[in-house]
Nanobody
């Protein structure tokens, strides 16, 4: 059974930092065969792309709204993907999801992703 388990969410003041982790298990193919992404969904809004990383970790893609503040990375040996979030803003408040995709390109929409975590809440107070 495939599982993606996010952790590291919480309540933080504006300007603060959080580091999200997503650990994978049960994947049919190796962890390094998957492109990985982070999405977020705020109440009443659609799920939106935040960051993506290629299989090797050599290529990353960030949404314009988080460029310069967020960083995505992965550790294939630990089967874990990370999202370092700095200078957090109230508008970053959302449930954050990690996702895995077997394609070779970083998808910026949810559709291509095969597996999803259950999400972790991030709340940024002003």
């Amino acid at each position: 059974q495939v599982q993606l388990v996010e952790s590291g969410g919480g309540l933080v003041q504006a300007g603060g930092s959080l580091r999200l982790s997503c650990a994978a298990s049960g994947l049919i193919y190796t962890f390094s065969s998957h492109t990985l992404g982070w999405f977020r969904q705020a109440p009443g809004k659609e799920r939106e792309f935040v960051a993506g990383i290629s299989r090797s970790g050599g290529n990353t893609w960030l949404a314009d709204s988080v460029k310069g503040r967020f960083t995505i990375s992965r550790d294939n040996a630990k089967k874990t993907v990370y999202l370092q979030m700095n200078n957090l803003k109230p508008e970053d408040t959302a449930v954050y999801y990690c996702a895995a995709d077997l394609s070779t390109t970083i998808a910026v929409v949810p559709g291509p992703y095969d597996y999803w975590g259950q999400g972790t809440q991030v709340t940024v107070s002003s």
